[in-house]
């Protein structure tokens, strides 16, 4: 769930887990013990499957695999495999938002030079959160990022991001995110997101809904359980 998550126990968790909007991360982490799969299919055939494990209610890391064409025609072209790794600096248990820093070179589309497009790795980032608890399932994100730092060009390589997270029940969420302001390719997409029951939810993501020559829409599916 964007703003909590089930655990083992069937208890509601005290501390949002939902670790991103939709192509931007988010302060937030899994729970301990606590694992996914998400698997998104894009255009050109393409399929992005990413899982993600936390540890403690510090750190979380994961792994993704790409390939275009994997539906459709064409030869199937795979992708580097990437990986994740993020560390919670600030909780809100103990501070007025949630930090967090950390690397994802996990990311989908074509790669060029160890770049993906259209995303979503971020490279370097941080990041910071906070949930209004009086509004109930309300949330607000915003951190920069470094793609690389390899022939770095402040026009591609640097950016910022902003968005929100919400449901109207713990069933049915959104999630409204600006990605890449600073780059000369900015974003601005958004999600909604079912639990079919615990363990598993779908969605669909608009991505590029600011360019109509680019919009697309990518179906997600995410299963989560615990170690």
Known sequence: MPV??????DEVATSPTNYEMVEAPTAYLLMHGGYDLVTRMYENGGLFVRGNVGFEDFFMFGFSVNATNVVGQG?????????????????????????AVGWDNRGYG?????????????GFYSVVSHEFKEAGYLQIHAGFNVVTLDNFDSNEDLGAFFGTSFAVAQPLMFNLEMDKLLSDYWQFNANVLFNVDKPLRVGVDFRDINRPDLFSRIIRVQYMGFF
């Open 4 to 9: 909590s998550a089930i655990g083992a126990s």
């Open 75 to 99: 030869t199937i072209q795979v992708q580097t495999p990437g990986i994740g790794l993020k560390f919670k600096v600030l909780d809100e248990k103990i501070s007025p938002v949630a930090l």
């Open 110 to 122: 074509t790669q060029t030079n160890g770049v993906f497009f259209p995303g979503t790795q971020k």
